[in-house]
């Protein structure tokens, strides 16, 4: 219950967020057709949600509230530990102060962490891209910066977890990223203090290797925009349940790590192509359906 109120005070606060951009949820039924709203989306848990971290991760306030508004589904997030933690030199800001998200029942990303709730059969938000994509350079919109090899189907497996890939899209019409690591790292003073709060929030992955492993702490600086429009699709459940044995062979649980992978990618070309024919994908748009039909209307979008 107190979960949930913190859920409505984060609805509240992010309320004026949420209706600039007027995100259009998508899901895809058991037979693969792509549905509005999400009937295609399980109710029961465990399931875990794997997909795309946009700038900023700008796509997850409206996920998560709208999976409590029409799913009654708590999302249970996995994040940073730098999220969790207060500072201790004072170079990192001090988020546990405003932490709704472990408020709202997020854990900072670990083995232990994901067994817990998939044990538990809680709904699982995981990026697989983590901080590489959220704050990703720029021209790189809408990559995936994944691990080379699977970090959740083996653990999806043995609790029988449904697997949901999902993409989002809609931060190049939120804002430009003008200033990215690439430019900050050139002068002297930021690329010092980009090393100290990298330090201090802690390398996650440091053992790996690519872009994955490169995860360094900055803000960018990002140009605002005419607020335009978030989409979500979440693709077809794939099913672990009675494939413990089988997904126990490291190559056939790489297999499906890349299916999940590759399904990611497929959502985000599907919105990214479906966006150019919504009539209400501009801000002006939508203010002018609504000073017709009324502000609480429901904004159509784009043909199915």
């Keep these: 219950m107190r979960i949930r109120l913190y859920f409505v005070s984060y609805h509240c606060h992010n309320r004026l967020y949420i209706s600039a951009t007027s995100p259009v949820l998508l899901s895809t039924s058991e037979n693969g057709m792509v549905v509005r709203g999400l ?6 848990g465990p399931t875990l949600l794997v997909g795309y971290h946009m700038l900023l991760g700008l796509e997850q306030a409206p996920l998560v509230i709208r999976m409590l508004a029409e799913k009654n589904i ?9 999220i969790f933690y207060r500072s201790k030199e004072r170079k990192l800001p001090d988020l546990s102060e405003y932490d709704m998200f472990r408020l709202m029942g997020a854990t900072p990303v670990s083995g232990t962490n994901l067994f817990k ?4 059969k809680s709904h699982v938000l995981l990026y ?11 021209g ?32 190049d019409d939120l804002g430009q990223l003008v200033v990215d690591y690439n430019d900050l790292v050139k002068i002297p003073y930021f690329k010092r203090e980009i090393e100290a709060l990298t330090n201090e929030a802690g390398r996650l992955r440091a053992e790996g290797s690519g872009e994955v492993a490169n995860q360094p702490v900055h803000l960018p600086g990002i140009l605002p925009k005419v607020p335009g429009r978030l989409y979500y699709l979440f693709g ?10 089988e997904l126990k062979d490291r190559e056939k649980a790489h297999e499906l790590y890349l299916e999940v992978k590759s399904e990611v990618e497929r959502c985000l070309a599907y919105l990214k192509q479906k966006r150019e024919r919504d009539p209400y994908r501009s801000l002006l748009s939508r203010l002018l359906y609504q000073s017709i039909h009324g502000i609480t209307a429901e904004i159509p979008t784009f043909e199915l």
Aim: net charge positive.
């Design 140 to 171: 790189e919109d809408y990559q995936l910066f994944w691990p080379e090899r699977s970090e959740f189907v083996r653990m999806a497996a043995r609790f029988g977890a449904k697997i949901v890939p999902f993409g989002a899209v809609g931060e």
């Design 117 to 120: 709730l998939l044990a538990s």
């Design 39 to 44: 009937a295609g989306f399980p109710s029961e």
């Design 128 to 138: 697989p891209g983590g901080m590489r994509e959220a704050l990703h350079r720029k």
């Design 236 to 245: 077809k459940p794939i099913e672990t349940e009675g494939r413990k044995l």
């Design 74 to 82: 708590v999302v249970r997030g996995i994040a940073h530990p730098m």
